[in-house]
């Protein structure tokens, strides 16, 4: 199993992982390292568990809304079709 060190708000974080799942995690931590960075300027010096967990929320966030979002879409898209269908035999 491999261990990565990761860099997220500024400080080092050695992280295990399953084989092949190296470029998801580097790649994670960099989303985590950009909102760490940004809660930093913003609130200041934070505790290691503090600044992962603000970061993770704030990374995650967005993604479940968008997801939200993306799910919103498609019911919308079948009401409207559905509604077409009744009007088209109305």
Do not use: W
């Amino acid at each position: 199993m491999p261990e990565l060190e990761v860099v997220i708000g500024g400080r080092n974080f050695r992280v295990a992982c399953q084989d092949g799942e190296e470029p998801y995690l580097h790649a994670a931590a960099g989303l985590l390292d950009a909102e760490a960075r940004v809660l930093a300027e913003q609130v200041g010096r934070l505790t290691d568990s503090r600044l992962l967990l603000m970061a993770g929320g704030a990374a995650v966030l967005p993604a479940g809304l968008a997801d939200g979002l993306a799910e919103l879409a498609a019911q919308a898209e079948a009401a409207a079709e559905a509604l077409a269908e009744k009007v088209a035999r109305a």
